[in-house]
Structures are given as structure tokens and as C-alpha cells.
């Protein structure tokens, strides 16, 4: 088994490297890089990293790293809070325009990396003018970019926690905290020039937050998966085989041994795939529904519960891709006997009962009605949330694309079978 384990984490690793080149140092103790890859972009940053104790010495670690390459630190501002809230977002964009660094160093995970994207645009196009709105939606901040001639700042994105695949891609997810609505800001413009991430910093995850992560890890593989195109499905598949293995594989050892490295290496490197699957491709239902339930649920916990209901809705769509992940899962005694001679929706429906039984595996839960606070009104924002056009690239990106009138039918009986972990309440669209 631990042979096997292997030949994923290398065909992981030669996955990485043929995506982002020297751009990224990836790995257990490659922390020190940091200095050496930000003086690729100038000499003075502005660095950003919330102040608990546990992420200090990492702090400290990183901004010996600069300053021993020559970058002097301009400015410092805190962190975001969880799911990126818009007031933390303007708060480092002040800092941001008054400090006039060459760069942004942001130290954290997805939440803090996503908020100092949207600062780093507010900042160079907005100054300290608080109006994010505009920026939301596809291609935006890139097209403000040109219409002005100018640039963003350098961007070092120093990740702490394996799930988002924030410091890989061209993601910014930020919050609304008045109506509990996530929004996303997808733009080349915001992909981090250089990233870092020392797999070993995770050891000190919690349960929850390693397994949230993870569960995010193959929420983003799986809907790339999904909604893969002829011409990337061969890439995905190989980014599935090898990424979702590593994630299904680790998961419970990273949860029982937080010490144990390679476990954590394994779950850095499928989560890492997960953030080069939605460059390729996109996330859809489950991730769409998750902006809706910010307010009362984890974002892996939230696309863990939906992807298994969405597995389903797809299934006629997907049979090659259910194929394959059926076979990881089969591996590790989640699919019952018979599973190779399923298909359609019947697969579909083994595979969903599959990544279910995962969940229960870690302590997850496996619908919506099990979680404290779920009302007919986080049903009603997301399917408002799905007809809403800033967010219509994961609504088409589905296997089974859905224009805005067939939300409320079928994505919503996508939604009252996971309220009650009612498989065959989800409707049949084609």
C-alpha cells in the first residue's frame, strides 16, 4: 500500500511542476523559498497573516526569508476572517494603497489568500474608494486593468492550509456578511505570481479543518471532472486519478496522526490538484449551493454533503468519470459488490452512496437536514443565488447545464433530496 501511495504522490508532484514551473515551491521544509521567489518581483511588500499564536513562527520564518533576500517589509495587516468577509477586505486594501509595495505576501489559508486578492485589485483601481461589486463575475478586473494601463502588484501567496488551492488559481471568493452570500471574482488577473506551500505547516490543522479541506480538495477534482470538455477530460482524469486517490486514501490517517508528514503531504498534493482541476475546468451545483450556506456551514462540509445529490443528477452525463472514481473508492471498501455492472443514474446512485459513506467514515454528515440552522431560506438564496448572472459560469458548467428558468425544478429537487437524503426525489432533466 505504501508503494502504491508513492506512484501517486510522484505522479502528483510531475503534475504540479508541469503546471506551474518554478513559479512554486511545493512540499514538506520548502518554507525558506519564500524570500528567494518574492525578490523575483520587486523589493518591498506589504505582508498579510492573521496574528494567532499558532501561525507566528511561520510569520516569523517567512519575513526572516524576505528580509534575508533583500525584500523590506513596507507594511503588515491582518488576516481575514473565515469565508473572506467584504469589511476585511477593504481593511487590507487600505493598507495596501497607502504602503505603494512592489508586492503582496499573503500568509494563510484560502480565506485570508482570497481576501488579499480582492484588497491587492480595490487597492490599485479603487485606491481607498470601498466598492467591490463591479469586480465580481468573469474577466472584470483584467478588463478595468487595461482600460486604465496599469497593473497589479506582485503577489506571493504562502499557503497554510490544504483545501482551497487559493494560492494556485484565478479564484477570489469574498462574503457579504449582511445577506450570507458568498460571490466570486474569476480572473487570470488575480492568479498569484509566485506561491509557496510547506505541506508540514498542516500538521497543526484541526480535525475539522483538515477534513473540511479535504472534502474541498474533491469537491474541486470531482466538478472539474464532471463538466469536462473533450478536449481536457484525458487531463482531468489523470488529475482525478491521481488526486482524489491521495485525498481518499489520507484523509483518516491525517485526522488520527496530525503529526504524520506524509499524510499531510498526501492531502497537500490532492488538494493542490484540486486547485489545478478548476483551473482547467470549473466547479458547478455543489460549490454554487455552498455560497448560499455560509452562515451555517464549513465550505468543504457544505460541497461534502451536496456532491454526492449532484453525483446523481449527472449521472447519465458522466459514466467514464463515475468509472473511474468508482474504482478509488472501490479500493478502499466504500462501493458495494456489483459495481462494475451499474450504470446511468444506478451508478451514479453506488458512487454518491460511496463518497456518503466516506463522509460517515470522518464524522461528516451526509444531508442538510442534519445541520443546525438549514431552512427553506438557505433553499430559496441558492437557487436566487444560481439565477444570478455574476455567478452563471458555475450554473453552465455543469454536465447538465441549466439555464436560469430550470433552476427552481431541477436544482431544486437537487436540494430537497439533500435536505432529506432522499437519492431518488432528484429529478431526471435529459
Known amino acids: 500500500m505504501a508503494e502504491a501511495l508513492e506512484k501517486f504522490k510522484s505522479a502528483a508532484g510531475r503534475l504540479l511542476r508541469d503546471w506551474k514551473g518554478r513559479a512554486y515551491a511545493f512540499g514538506p521544509g520548502c518554507l525558506p523559498e519564500v524570500g528567494a521567489l518574492s525578490r523575483q518581483l520587486g523589493q518591498s511588500a506589504v505582508v498579510i497573516a492573521n496574528s494567532s499564536a499558532w501561525l507566528a513562527p511561520t510569520v516569523s520564518a517567512i519575513i526572516d526569508s524576505l528580509n534575508a533576500a533583500g525584500v523590506a517589509i513596507a507594511a503588515g495587516a491582518e488576516g481575514a476572517r473565515p469565508n473572506s468577509p467584504r469589511d476585511d477586505v477593504y481593511r487590507m ?38 466598492e467591490i461589486e463591479p469586480y465580481f463575475g468573469v474577466g472584470k478586473v483584467a ?19 490544504a483545501g482551497s488551492g487559493a494560492h494556485l488559481t484565478k479564484y477570489s471568493n469574498i462574503t457579504d ?20 506551500f510547506d505541506y508540514a505547516l498542516t500538521c497543526t490543522a484541526s480535525p475539522d479543518l483538515t477534513v473540511d479541506g479535504a472534502f474541498d480538495g474533491i469537491g474541486h477534482i470531482a466538478e472539474a471532472y464532471f463538466g469536462a470538455s473533450a478536449e481536457n477530460v484525458d487531463r482531468l482524469e489523470a488529475i482525478a486519478a491521481a488526486g482524489v486517490e491521495l485525498i481518499v486514501s489520507e484523509v483518516g490517517a491525517a485526522v488520527e496522526r496530525p503529526a504524520d508528514v506524509p499524510a499531510r503531504e498526501a492531502l497537500g498534493l490532492g488538494t493542490d490538484l484540486g ?21 451555517i456551514l464549513p465550505h468543504g462540509r457544505a460541497v461534502a454533503i451536496l456532491t454526492p445529490y449532484y453525483t446523481v443528477f449527472f449521472a447519465p452525463a458522466i459514466e467514464r468519470q463515475l468509472r473511474t472514481l468508482g474504482e478509488i473508492y472501490a479500493r478502499h471498501g466504500l ?11 444506478e451508478l451514479g446512485v453506488a458512487v454518491a452512496e460511496a463518497m456518503m459513506s466516506l463522509s460517515r467514515k470522518v464524522g ?57 437524503g432522499e437519492l431518488s426525489r432528484i429529478r431526471r432533466i435529459r
Open 93 to 130: 486594501q487600505d493598507v495596501i494603497a497607502s504602503a505603494a509595495a512592489d508586492m503582496v505576501v499573503a500568509v494563510g489559508g484560502g480565506s485570508t489568500i482570497d481576501a488579499a486578492k480582492a484588497a491587492a485589485v480595490l487597492a490599485t483601481l479603487e485606491g481607498t474608494s470601498h
Open 143 to 161: 478588463e478595468a486593468l487595461a482600460a486604465r494601463g496599469t497593473k497589479l502588484p506582485g503577489f506571493v501567496a504562502v499557503q497554510t492550509a
Open 177 to 196: 456578511p449582511g445577506t450570507a452570500q458568498k460571490k466570486l471574482i474569476i480572473d487570470e488577473a488575480v492568479i498569484p505570481a509566485r506561491a509557496v
Open 275 to 295: 486547485g489545478y482541476a478548476i483551473m482547467i475546468g470549473s466547479t458547478n451545483g455543489p460549490h454554487l449551493n455552498s455560497f448560499s450556506m455560509v452562515d
Open 335 to 345: 462501493v458495494g459488490a456489483g459495481f462494475s455492472a451499474l450504470s446511468g443514474r
Open 364 to 420: 461528516f454528515p451526509t444531508t442538510l437536514g442534519e445541520i443546525p440552522g438549514f431552512s427553506t431560506e438557505h433553499v430559496r438564496r441558492a437557487l436566487a443565488a444560481a439565477k444570478n448572472p455574476q455567478l452563471a459560469s458555475k450554473l453552465q458548467g455543469m454536465p447538465t447545464p441549466l439555464s436560469a428558468g430550470e433552476v427552481d425544478e431541477f436544482m431544486g429537487s437537487v436540494l430537497e433530496a439533500a435536505r432529506d
